[in-house]
């Protein structure tokens, strides 16, 4: 079969073509689009097409295929992009700017709550959050390691109650009760 031969057999499915198309797209212009795109491919590969294998059910597989990917990437992109004028509060997150003014302020705050801390509470605490080990810390400060332990626990404690105001209150789960 000629390339003029099977591009006639091609376009003489578009009116089947434009029926199916529309059971996906549900709109006249976009089931026209992906008629013209599932035609311009199987023209393109036309290579690929068996000669006495069911053309119809090749250009259905095309379209269907050339829909879902359309879908894909349209999913995909509006995952990324807003279309709308304002950022709606979920999307802030994602906004092109940061206030460093914010950060600078808790940044103060968590310097502000570690230097109220006792020094036998920051001490230990600075050196586990540093990334030393809790026998490195004993040996250091020379006291037991149950020791270190629990001054590190007291410190996340105080941390804890003097940046209250940080507390999205999400609340944590509870795995056992006593």
Do not use: C
Request: glycine share 4%; hydrophobic share 40%.
């Amino acid at each position: 079969m000629t390339k003029i031969e099977f591009n006639t057999l091609v376009l003489r499915q578009a009116s089947s073509l434009r029926s199916y198309a529309l059971h996906f797209t549900h709109d006249a212009d976009d089931a026209n689009d992906l008629v013209q795109d599932t035609i311009l491919k199987a023209i393109t590969y036309y290579n690929k097409f068996k000669e006495g294998t069911n053309l119809k059910g090749w250009l259905y597989t095309i379209m269907k295929n050339t829909f879902i990917n359309n879908y894909r990437r349209f999913v995909k992109m509006s995952t990324f992009v807003t279309k709308s004028d304002e950022i709606s509060s979920p999307n802030l997150v994602f906004s092109s700017t940061k206030n460093q003014g914010e950060a600078k302020f808790v940044m103060d705050d968590i310097k502000k709550a570690l230097d109220r801390l006792p020094a036998d509470y920051y001490v230990p605490f600075t050196m586990y959050f540093e990334g030393h080990k809790y026998h490195e810390i004993a040996d250091h400060l020379a006291i037991p390691i149950g020791t270190v332990k629990t001054r590190i626990h007291v410190a996340r404690k105080l941390l804890k109650k003097n940046l209250k105001a940080y507390d999205n209150g999400v609340k944590k789960p509870v795995y056992a009760e006593m």
